[in-house]
């Protein structure tokens, strides 16, 4: 965790029809693609991996509950078996498009809901895994990650400049300044992530998500660091 030789990769969520996905590819290194269940479309996965085809960015599937209606981020309890299979379905969707845009999937990212209860719930870790292959996972310290490096899978680091902290997990969304809004504040945080993940990842739904992503790039360009995707870090 943390890249000694000074380089480190720039995610953001993109295809979840909330953003500009085409100025946030200008700018990232990773581009974490909605899967049609939480948001997107086939059409709108189509576009993103052409623009990080075109652009050198890698493409990670960003699996989620099927919660459209609540973006993904409302706690949902479905069965492992049954989780397992939306996620290969997920996953399989978003690598075929990839692959006919010139690009492939190069790792897996759980969105919203899933994300965290990953991070606590042993069951819905797996299950994730389960139907993701072998694909390297990004994500923050918990059981996905661990039994993802327990199976021999590649596993990556990140943190959030645009979110606060409170002993080493995020605010929930819901208490007052969980969500960072000042430029100042994201770069700063983010110059101070950045020697310890491997992945510093913006909200692409996030208002200013291109000001916050480019701010965050030029001061880490400015501090020395080099952005690389994950995997070719």
């Not at 007052?176 to 310890?196: E, I, S, W």
Request: aromatic share 4%; charged share 25%.
């Amino acid at each position: 965790m943390g890249d000694l030789r000074g380089r480190v990769d720039l995610n953001a969520d993109l295809g979840e029809e909330v953003t500009d996905d085409a100025a946030l590819l200008a700018v990232v290194t990773s581009a974490n693609v909605a899967c049609g269940y939480h948001a997107g479309s086939a059409a709108i996965m189509r576009a993103v991996c052409a623009g990080a085809a075109r652009r050198g960015v890698a493409v990670g599937a960003q699996v989620s509950y099927a919660d459209r209606e609540g973006f993904g981020r409302r706690r949902t309890d479905v069965a492992a078996d049954v989780l397992r299979e939306q996620v290969a379905d997920q996953v399989g969707v978003l690598t075929a498009i990839a692959r006919a845009e010139g690009t492939d999937v190069r790792y897996l990212k759980p969105h919203g809901a899933l994300y965290h209860r990953a991070i606590e719930d042993e069951e819905q870790a797996g299950a994730v895994l389960a139907g993701s292959g072998d694909l390297p996972v990004l994500g923050m310290p918990g059981e996905l990650l661990r039994l993802a490096a327990a199976a021999g899978r590649a596993v990556w680091h990140e943190g959030f400049p645009d979110r606060a902290y409170d002993d080493g997990r995020l605010v929930p969304r819901g208490r007052p300044g969980a969500v960072l809004d000042r430029v100042d504040d994201v770069t700063a945080q983010a110059l101070d992530l950045a020697p310890r993940v491997d992945s510093l990842c913006l909200h692409g739904d996030a208002p200013g998500a291109v000001e916050h992503a480019t701010a965050v790039r030029r001061a880490l360009e400015a501090a020395g660091w080099s952005l690389r995707p994950v995997g070719a870090l």
